[in-house]
């Protein structure tokens, strides 16, 4: 099921028939992701992971690219927290091959879309590494806010990994929005 898209890519929802061709791109990019995110990379992590995404509090989001149907990467949003809190967490990675190509900034826009509009949250969080740069400035582009730093907060790839907390409002994605339409 396609959850948002743009003229070049969709966010689909994660089905077990898309599992090779992602497990395929992240085994190509365990460089490329290394150390800042652990994505699946057998079929059974995959499985698992199709298997979260039917939980209510995560959406997962395959990056798919319109133009010959190549799953690029995914985007999560987990730890979704309704009534007073209306929030989540996003978590990404696009693969080796398609980096540096704007299909992040773009899915990560159209996930903030669909954050902000059907699943009606009103923060987003990204924890990021510090030596992430990549990611650092991805967000900061989109306009996410720094928000502060958290000490040895992920467990990644065996070690506790400091973050660097951002977040994006409800009301600031909407008027980024309306200013780059208007």
């Not at 003229?7 to 497990?23: F, K």
């Not at 080796?96 to 899915?107: L, Q, S």
């Amino acid at each position: 099921m396609i959850l948002a898209a743009d003229d070049r890519i969709a966010l689909v929802t994660p089905t077990p028939e898309r599992g090779p061709a992602l497990v395929a791109v992240n085994q190509a990019s365990v460089e490329h992701h290394h150390p800042w995110v652990a994505p699946p990379t057998t079929d059974e992590a995959y499985a698992a992971y199709v298997e979260r995404c039917a939980r209510e509090d995560m959406v997962g989001m395959l990056i798919v690219r319109l133009a010959d149907g190549a799953v690029m990467g995914a985007i999560n949003l987990s730890q979704i927290f309704y009534g007073p809190l209306q929030s989540a967490y996003a978590g990404y990675y696009i693969g080796a091959a398609y980096a540096g190509r704007g299909h992040m900034r773009a899915a990560l826009g159209l996930a903030l879309d669909h954050a902000f509009g059907p699943l009606r949250l009103h923060r987003v969080e990204a924890n990021i590494q510090p030596g992430n740069l990549a990611s650092i400035a991805l967000v900061r582009r989109l306009g996410f806010v720094r928000e502060g730093f958290s000490r040895r907060y992920l467990f990644i790839e065996g070690a506790w990994r400091d973050h660097e907390r951002f977040a994006m409002l409800a009301e600031e994605w909407a008027e980024r929005r309306q200013v780059a339409s208007g």
